[in-house]
């Protein structure tokens, strides 16, 4: 059976990112999300896609320029489909804290050497703190990120983000010891697919928004697909 991923949360329906989106992927019964991390200024991790500000809120800068405190008054619902409230720049702590998911793809994004390995680092103590270390998986297309997951916190689980073929992803994911390949779906061969089972991977592919791609992946044998439409997910493939 194909697991289903909300991307974002719900991004489709909800404000990328923010709580009501992780809230609404929920209500369709998916217990599974996958969202993006940055440091603040503070070393907090904050659930936000862009290194800046600009397209989700309407301050500007960047986000490691910007307190956990002052990013969680930021309005971050600009460029999403409409809603009604504000919607906050969330604190992973309160994702973890309010949100009961069976398990969360964590990618960090590209970062210094001495930036992967404080993120990984505090990803590690608070899915501790929370005993989400068998539900948290830290996802990433930079090898500096894994490599630094490798080496300071061996026992989280680790993905290689894969959108482009130049490089076997296959190979780079087993070099870092990951154990799920998040594949664009343009990659998503059924040979490629079979070989990183045959490897002990599990395969996620993103993002998977049309219903007649959906059940071609799903036929395709794939482990997981990453929608930004939960809902729509759960009515073609008849499960969460």
Not at 130 to 153: I, N, P, W
Not at 172 to 180: E, H, I, K, N, R
Not at 196 to 214: F, I, K
Request: with cysteine; hydrophobic share 40%; glycine share 8%.
């Amino acid at each position: 059976m194909t697991l289903i991923y909300g991307h974002r949360g719900a991004k489709g329906e909800a404000p990328e990112n923010t709580l009501a989106s992780f809230e609404q992927c929920l209500k369709h019964g998916v217990r599974r999300c996958e969202l993006d991390l940055h440091l603040s200024k503070d070393g907090e991790l904050m659930v936000i896609h862009d290194p800046t500000l600009k397209r989700t809120t309407d301050r500007r800068g960047k986000v490691i320029e910007h307190t956990a405190a002052d990013l969680m008054t930021y309005d971050a619902r600009k460029g999403g489909p409409g809603w009604l409230q504000p919607c906050p720049i969330p604190r992973l702590e309160e994702l973890f804290e309010k949100c009961n998911f069976e398990h969360w793809q964590l990618e960090v994004k590209s970062a210094s050497r001495t930036r992967a390995a404080s993120t990984v680092l505090a990803i590690r103590e608070m899915a501790e703190r929370h005993g989400l270390m068998d539900k948290v998986t830290v996802t990433s297309s930079s090898r500096e990120v894994l490599k630094a997951a490798l080496e300071l916190t061996p026992d989280l689980s680790r993905g290689l983000v894969a959108e482009y073929a130049w490089l076997d992803p296959i190979k780079v994911a087993q070099s870092y010891g990951c154990d799920l390949l998040a594949l664009n779906w343009t990659l998503c061969t059924p040979e490629r697919l079979a070989k990183a089972q045959r490897q002990g991977l599990h395969v996620s592919v993103w993002t998977v928004n049309e219903p007649a791609l959906m059940r071609r992946l799903a036929d395709f044998g794939v482990d997981s697909l990453i929608t930004d439409f939960p809902g729509l997910a759960t009515a073609t493939l008849g499960n969460g």
